[in-house]
T-cell receptor, first 113, second 114 residues
């Protein structure tokens, strides 16, 4: 149990376009989900905490107007990278919280050309 | 602030060798400590955890002891297998406040060869 999926697993988009990444908890409901960003050979950096039915809480330095998070149901959170630029290319990982533990998705590789 | 430092990889071992991956942390209070493992193409999975000083977490032959005096949580396994090849992340969670936020180390890639 406690399976989390992400879609897509990888995406390539052109500079200036927007891309949406989905995070789903498949066999449990998650009031809270987290979005991380990971650069090569670096640790996971928490971007924001997503709470169902309310606005996400962003970490310091993360542009909330650029990284739009929507947690509209207890099993789905989405991250939309708006007006993407090459510097947004990264590996994005989500996690869903159940009983105070985090369960992670497999990640989404975003490449902006 | 909180931080986690772990040894750089990749670490390459022969099957049945002894494994140690070092992890030290900086945090206020009494954080909980975790080791996560990420197999190729999969999400991070919780491997083991410890919530207070001198606790030992263990799972699948892996062990780590919460050492407050040295602020360390080193991962060990007595005899590694090829199937243990993965990236291992050390992480901490604050004891109070901050919700359920995790602070991760940079990850250590382990390669086990026959």
């Amino acid at each position: 149990g406690a399976v989390v999926s992400q879609h897509p697993s990888w995406v390539i988009c052109k500079s200036g376009t927007s891309v949406k990444i989905e995070c789903r908890s498949l066999d449990f409901q998650a009031t809270t989900m987290f979005w991380y960003r990971q650069f090569p050979k670096q640790s996971l950096m928490l971007m924001a905490t997503s709470n169902e039915g309310s606005k996400a809480t962003y970490e310091q330095g993360v542009e909330k107007d650029k990284f739009l998070i929507n947690h509209a149901s207890l099993t789905l959170s989405t991250l939309t990278v708006t007006s993407a630029h090459p510097e947004d290319s990264s590996f994005y990982i989500c996690s869903a919280q159940r009983e105070y533990e985090q369960y992670f998705g497999p990640g989404t590789r975003l490449t902006v050309t | 602030g909180n931080s986690v430092t772990q040894m750089e990889g990749p670490v390459t071992l022969s099957e049945e060798a002894f494994l140690t991956i070092n992890c030290t942390y900086t945090a206020t209070g009494y954080p909980s400590l975790f080791w996560y493992v990420q197999y190729p193409g999969e999400g991070l999975q919780l491997l083991l955890k410890a919530t207070k000083a001198d606790d030992k977490g263990s799972n699948k032959g892996f062990e780590a002891t919460y050492r407050k005096e040295t602020t360390s949580f080193h991962l060990e396994k007595g005899s590694v297998q090829v199937s243990d090849s993965a990236v291992y992340f050390c992480a901490l969670r604050r004891s109070t406040g901050g919700g359920n936020k995790l602070t991760f180390g940079t990850g250590t890639q382990l390669k086990v060869e026959l």
